[in-house]
Nanobody, 129 residues
Framework: QVQLIESGGGLVQAGGSLRLSCAAS????????IAWFRQAPGKEREFVTA????????LYADSVKGRFTMSRDNAKNTVYLQMNSLKPEDTAVYYC??????????????????????WGQGTQVTVSS
C-alpha cells in the first residue's frame, strides 16, 4: 500500500508562486497514476490535475490551466505541482492521491476522487489578496 506525503504549502500573496511536492513511500510508485485535489472550507473536494504513470498524459481543471503545472520524477518517487499566478480562490487544502490503472498498460488520468484509494494527509495553501 503506497503512502503519500505532501509538502510545500504555505501562505503567499496573490500573484505569487508555490511548489507542492508529494512523495511516495512505495518503490513501485511508477505504477500509479497521481492526481491533486483541493478542498476549501465549506466546499466539496475538487479535481485540480492528474498525471499518468509515465507522465505522458496530464489533465488540468479549467480553473488552473495555464497557471499550474504537474510533473513527476519516478526515480525520486515524487510528483510536483508548480502553482503560479496564485489567486485567493486557490486557497484550500491540497491533497495528492494515487491509483493503479484499471487495465495493464493503460495510462490513467482521472478526475474522480472516489477512484483513488490512496491519499495523503493534505497541505494547506493560503493565498492572500
Amino acid at each position: 500500500q503506497v503512502q503519500l506525503i505532501e509538502s510545500g504549502g504555505g501562505l503567499v500573496q496573490a500573484g505569487g508562486s508555490l511548489r507542492l511536492s508529494c512523495a511516495a513511500s512505495d518503490g513501485t510508485f511508477s505504477r500509479y497514476g497521481i492526481a491533486w485535489f483541493r478542498q476549501a472550507p465549506g466546499k466539496e473536494r475538487e479535481f485540480v490535475t492528474a498525471i499518468s504513470q509515465s507522465g505522458e498524459r496530464t489533465l488540468y481543471a479549467d480553473s488552473v490551466k495555464g497557471r499550474f503545472t504537474m510533473s513527476r520524477d519516478n526515480a525520486k518517487n515524487t510528483v510536483y505541482l508548480q502553482m503560479n499566478s496564485l489567486k485567493p480562490e486557490d486557497t484550500a487544502v491540497y491533497y495528492c492521491a494515487a491509483r493503479l490503472p484499471g487495465l495493464p498498460g493503460l495510462q490513467v488520468v482521472s478526475t474522480i476522487p472516489t477512484g483513488y484509494p490512496y491519499w495523503g494527509q493534505g497541505t494547506q495553501v493560503t493565498v492572500s489578496s
